[in-house]
């Protein structure tokens, strides 16, 4: 069993002209599971869209954050997760009122309909609105790894494999990408990806990243090309919960003023805040923010 890092690793194999990434979660994982009672296959599926969006920020320039997001009609509302250019990591799932959950874990029972979404938040470079990029593809695959080899290959014709994997408290990712404008050699990409379908969710939550490149890769020669820390953190504050209660206007914020003050609760981390009358009211005193103010606490 690997030791209880939270870790991003990327690597190169350079013979088959192949680029990746590995993700280990211990500490992160187990934070962010905590702060929500979700059904089992409910949790898995967040650990794996959690580790996913940590995967992603590995080849993209991210300087802002990168979100997953699932999006469905049947039981599985909505899975979300979110990875920062500083290594930060959140994520949340919901659930339909009063509905069953179908058996296992197949997405497109849990999720009929359901779009996929990935999303980069950059700031910009002259203090504006950040600028967002977003790619959408509709959910045809069972599973979460299947579903996100489907976007790269329709949104950014990049092959990839994706294997994604949670247990006993543990999360882990592993990525492979052919390197674009790089063919390798003749078979590099068929290799690399016959290889990757010889490990087991077990061996990829089991083994440290260099035991496991090491034992899939030795052939191609693989080069770690460094790791980054990874760890649990929220971005919600006092003044996004002031632009959010702004965005409803003053009737509706001050009607949110129970017994005395607006009580308001991260659904990300449970931190909760509370604004009295006065400050509520005085949120519509001052000019309203120029930019879009989220619709809910994020």
């Not at 009609?73 to 009063?98: D, P, V």
Request: one cysteine or more; proline letters at 7%.
């Amino acid at each position: 069993m690997p030791p209880d890092i939270d870790a991003l690793t990327r690597f190169l194999l350079p013979e088959a002209g192949v680029r990746g990434v590995h993700v280990q979660l211990a500490d992160a994982w187990r934070q962010i599971e905590a702060r929500g009672d979700y059904p089992a296959a409910i949790r898995e599926l967040l650990g794996e869209a959690v580790v996913a969006s940590a995967l992603f920020t590995g080849h993209a320039k991210v300087d802002g954050r990168l979100s997953v997001q699932l999006r469905g009609e049947g039981a599985l509302r909505t899975l979300f997760a979110e990875c920062t250019a500083a290594g930060t990591l959140r994520g949340i799932a919901r659930l339909a009122e009063g509905g069953d959950l179908p058996p296992g874990r197949d997405l497109r029972d849990l999720a009929p309909g359901a779009i996929l979404a990935i999303t980069i938040e950059n700031p910009a470079l002259s203090g504006g609105d950040p600028i967002r990029y977003q790619g959408l593809v509709p959910l045809e695959s069972d599973a979460l790894s299947g579903a996100f080899e489907d976007y790269f290959r329709q949104s950014e014709q990049l092959p990839t494999r994706v294997l994604l994997a949670t247990a006993d408290g543990r999360a882990a990712g592993l990525m492979l990408q052919k390197l674009p404008g790089d063919d390798g050699d003749e078979d590099g990409w068929t290799r690399a990806s016959a290889l990757f379908d010889t490990l087991a969710p077990t061996e990829l939550l089991g083994l440290p990243v260099e035991t496991l490149l090491h034992r899939l890769f030795h052939e191609d020669h693989p080069q770690q090309l460094g790791d980054r820390p990874l760890r649990f953190a929220c971005s919600c504050s006092h003044e996004r919960v002031s632009a959010m209660l702004q965005s409803l206007g003053r009737d509706e914020a001050m009607a949110a003023v129970i017994d005395g003050a607006a009580r308001i609760q991260c659904e990300f981390c449970g931190q909760g805040y509370e604004l009295d009358p006065a400050s509520v009211a005085a949120l519509f005193d001052t000019p309203e923010p120029t930019t879009q103010a989220p619709g809910r606490l994020q």
